[in-house]
């Protein structure tokens, strides 16, 4: 099985901070997510990463940042945090075959106060 | 419009009933199609993947209208352990998914 590990499953930080979320996968996937997931809003896109060193903004990359400098290692960086960051943070991982879902870590979830 | 609806529910279903629920979206183009389960404070995970042909895992079944474009999830003889919120997904190509925010499943004894 597929494993995707975050580093943190619950953080709380004060605003202003420059917060670091890790996740890491073990199956020597090329595509890497980061998701941020509120109430009645589903699971938005922040970044992704189909490469080392390779970024694609998703849908809210505003004040966050990425770092691929390994392939089985994907960080989410957020610059300076803010109240409007809290949320469940869950990073995924996806070999490429089409009909194969992405598989997710635990999730971090992250307080900013 | 949002890119996938869902009705946020709560279902609630009584134990051994059946129980559907659809997702529509909006991009015609959509390549592939999926259903998540989603317990309370955990990661979603793969329940499974729709086929054009529709196909069934077990009690699920799943089904894609591509000419009305939604999918559907149906669960036969519901178990208490069904219990979770079930996340539509759809792939329009490349890379992303695209999410619906989730319908809300309890199954009461």
């Known amino acids: 099985d597929v494993k995707v590990t975050q580093s943190s499953r619950y953080l709380v930080k004060r605003t202003g901070e420059k917060v670091f979320l890790e996740c890491v996968q073990d199956?020597?996937?090329?595509?890497m997510f980061w998701y941020r997931q509120d109430p009645g809003l589903g699971l938005r896109l922040i970044y992704f990463?189909?490469?080392?060193?390779?970024?694609e903004k998703g849908d809210i990359p505003e004040g966050y940042s990425v770092s691929r400098e390994k392939k089985e290692r994907f960080s989410l960086i957020l610059e300076s945090a803010s109240t409007n960051q809290t949320s469940m943070y869950l990073c995924?991982?996806?070999?490429?075959?089409?009909?194969?879902?992405?598989?997710f870590g635990s999730g971090t979830r992250l307080t900013v106060v | 419009r949002k890119e996938v609806e869902q009705d946020p529910g709560p279902f609630n279903v009584p134990e051994g009933a059946t129980v559907a629920f659809n997702c529509t979206y909006s991009n015609s183009a959509s390549q592939s199609f999926f259903w998540y389960r989603q317990d309370c404070r955990k990661e979603p995970k793969l329940l499974m993947s729709?086929?054009?042909?529709?196909n069934e895992d077990g009690r699920f079944t799943a089904q894609l209208n591509r000419a009305s474009q939604y999918i559907s999830l149906l669960i036969r003889d519901s178990k208490l352990s069904d219990s979770a919120t079930y996340l539509c997904v759809v792939k329009p190509g490349g890379y992303q998914l695209i999410w619906g925010a989730g319908t809300k499943l309890i199954i009461k004894p």
């Open positions: 729709v086929y054009s042909s529709g």
């Open positions: 995924a991982s996806h070999g490429g075959a089409a009909l194969y879902g992405y598989t």
């Open positions: 990463s189909y490469d080392v060193k390779m970024k």
């Open positions: 199956m020597d996937h090329e595509n």
